[in-house]
């Protein structure tokens, strides 16, 4: 009689033998080991592409920089090759390095309000093949007060090279540019004050920022030293001051000291944000230097914050009074006429008779050069009565957008 099995139990002869199990267990997870490596490599392959085309950019910018823009002063250079590899985008790069190509592209891709846009839209369309560099303004401390300076330490007497003095205005402003302020209330600033002067605009718009270049700043002045009437000691500066109306961060003001060719230098300068940066600079510019410390001429650079045509009377409790050993600069190829004649009566008025004024980028008006058209009037201005400004002649002066540009001399006469 046949014994049915007992419950619970099964034949041994149905089920799968133990080791099926485990084998398939193995191929699953063999399976999924695969996958997860075809995976990673594809991160792992794409991460690499990705950090190794960027570096290729990242190098191709910095080698644009150096040949593709031979024009660029060393420090310029340094500067730009700095930031490469914090630019996402490198044309964004050979845009701040003056290709004009990807200006609207990179301007575009900003993420400012419309208004800041179209104002860095019209700074940046005027400037042509000039350097345009721009770096957020987070560190820069409001100035306090309307006027700032600081001594620095000069060069040691004789002759002094353009690249001498280039290196210490590249350590004094390391940290400011006036390239770098280009912000809508920066531009609003000079704007109003363009706007109220009245009259037709100039080709361009007032807020376009450019500086004479070093070597151009030495020619202005050495022809007004040629041209100019009064003949001084050989061991003094030419001139007892130098003043750059619209001055930026001071590097003019500065480099001309620099160059031994003025004993003293200021500025004034309308921005807020230029200001504070050339004030920092300035402040500083003692520690920044170094160098030997037994030079003896020790000259300094005082700023001024406010309109340019009121430059004497905002100036007449902190500078001295103006000689007729002053020289005067203007950047003025941006600058309307009503704006450009207004500031030159500003210095007919307030300097003494002999002083200079070198313009840069345009005449003064032709009202300027008739007798008569002013009257001496400026604090401590030594005998009022009717003068005019004539013009003594040009030179052809570099500037950051241009390897020649006409800057017009004229000395301050009576009649």
Same mark, same amino acid.
């Given at each position: 009689?046949?014994?049915?099995?007992?419950?619970?139990?099964?034949?041994?002869?149905?089920?799968?033998?133990?080791?099926?199990?485990?084998?398939?267990?193995?191929?699953?997870?063999?399976?999924?080991?695969?996958?997860?490596?075809?995976?990673?490599?594809?991160?792992?392959?794409?991460?690499?592409?990705?950090?190794?085309?960027?570096?290729?950019?990242?190098?191709?910018?910095?080698?644009?920089?150096?040949?593709?823009?031979?024009?660029?002063?060393?420090?310029?250079?340094?500067?730009?090759?700095?930031?490469?590899?914090?630019?996402?985008?490198?044309?964004?790069?050979?845009?701040?390095?003056?290709?004009?190509?990807?200006?609207?592209?990179?301007?575009?891709?900003?993420?400012?309000?419309?208004?800041?846009?179209?104002?860095?839209?019209?700074?940046?369309?005027?400037?042509?093949?000039?350097?345009?560099?721009?770096?957020?303004?987070?560190?820069?401390?409001?100035?306090?007060?309307?006027?700032?300076?600081?001594?620095?330490?000069?060069?040691?007497?004789?002759?002094?090279?353009?690249?001498?003095?280039?290196?210490?205005?590249?350590?004094?402003?390391?940290?400011?540019?006036?390239?770098?302020?280009?912000?809508?209330?920066?531009?609003?600033?000079?704007?109003?004050?363009?706007?109220?002067?009245?009259?037709?605009?100039?080709?361009?718009?007032?807020?376009?920022?450019?500086?004479?270049?070093?070597?151009?700043?030495?020619?202005?002045?050495?022809?007004?030293?040629?041209?100019?009437?009064?003949?001084?000691?050989?061991?003094?500066?030419?001139?007892?001051?130098?003043?750059?109306?619209?001055? %930026?961060?001071? #590097?003019? *003001?500065?480099?001309?000291?620099? +160059?031994?060719? =003025? /004993? $003293? &230098?200021? !500025?004034?300068?309308? %921005?807020?944000? #230029?200001? *504070?940066?050339?004030?920092?600079? +300035?402040?500083? =510019? /003692? $520690? &920044?230097? !170094?160098?030997?410390?037994?030079?003896?001429?020790?000259?300094?650079?005082?700023?001024?914050?406010?309109? =340019?045509?009121?430059?004497?009377?905002?100036?007449?409790?902190?500078?001295?009074?103006?000689?007729?050993?002053?020289?005067?600069?203007?950047?003025?190829?941006?600058?309307?006429?009503?704006?450009?004649?207004?500031?030159?009566?500003?210095?007919?008025?307030?300097?003494?008779?002999?002083?200079?004024?070198?313009?840069?980028?345009?005449?003064?008006?032709?009202?300027?050069?008739?007798?008569?058209?002013?009257?001496?009037?400026?604090?401590?201005?030594?005998?009022?009565?009717?003068?005019?400004?004539?013009?003594?002649?040009?030179?052809?002066?570099?500037?950051?957008?241009?390897?020649?540009?006409?800057?017009?001399?004229?000395?301050?006469?009576?009649?």
């Amino acid at each position: 009689m046949a014994q049915t099995p007992r419950s619970g139990s099964s034949d041994a002869s149905t089920r799968p033998p133990a080791s099926s199990f485990l084998l398939t267990r193995l191929e699953w997870c063999l399976l999924w080991a695969i996958a997860c490596t075809a995976v990673g490599g594809h991160v792992l392959l794409a991460i690499w592409w990705e950090v190794g085309h960027s570096s290729g950019d990242d190098e191709k910018s910095r080698h644009e920089v150096d040949h593709a823009h031979p024009h660029l002063d060393h420090a310029t250079r340094l500067a730009l090759k700095s930031l490469a590899t914090d630019m996402p985008d490198p044309k964004a790069l050979r845009t701040l390095a003056g290709d004009t190509s990807f200006a609207s592209e990179v301007t575009a891709e900003s993420d400012e309000g419309d208004d800041v846009s179209k104002a860095v839209d019209d700074i940046l369309a005027s400037r042509g093949e000039e350097p345009r560099m721009r770096r957020p303004l987070l560190a820069v401390k409001p100035q306090t007060g309307a006027y700032c300076g600081g001594t620095l330490p000069q060069l040691p007497h004789g002759q002094r090279s353009d690249q001498e003095v280039e290196d210490r205005l590249s350590i004094i402003f390391k940290q400011a540019s006036g390239f770098w302020a280009a912000d809508a209330e920066e531009t609003k600033h000079v704007a109003d004050v363009a706007s109220a002067a009245g009259g037709p605009k100039a080709t361009c718009a007032e807020a376009t920022y450019g500086e004479i270049q070093v070597k151009g700043l030495r020619m202005v002045l050495e022809e007004l030293v040629r041209v100019q009437d009064a003949h001084r000691p050989s061991n003094a500066a030419p001139f007892k001051a130098f003043v750059d109306l619209g001055a %930026g961060v001071g #590097r003019t *003001a500065a480099a001309a000291v620099l +160059l031994g060719l =003025a /004993s $003293d &230098a200021y !500025g004034v300068e309308l %921005g807020p944000q #230029r200001f *504070a940066m050339g004030c920092q600079a +300035l402040t500083n =510019a /003692s $520690d &920044a230097v !170094g160098g030997p410390r037994n030079l003896i001429a020790k000259p300094r650079v005082d700023l001024a914050q406010g309109d =340019a045509r009121e430059w004497a009377e905002i100036t007449a409790e902190k500078w001295p009074s103006c000689r007729s050993d002053w020289a005067f600069f203007i950047g003025a190829e941006c600058f309307r006429d009503s704006l450009l004649g207004s500031v030159g009566r500003a210095i007919a008025r307030a300097c003494e008779i002999g002083a200079h004024i070198a313009v840069l980028g345009r005449r003064f008006p032709a009202e300027l050069t008739d007798p008569g058209v002013v009257n001496g009037a400026g604090p401590g201005v030594v005998g009022d009565g009717p003068r005019h400004v004539k013009e003594l002649g040009s030179v052809m002066a570099p500037t950051t957008w241009s390897t020649g540009v006409e800057v017009h001399l004229y000395t301050i006469v009576a009649g």
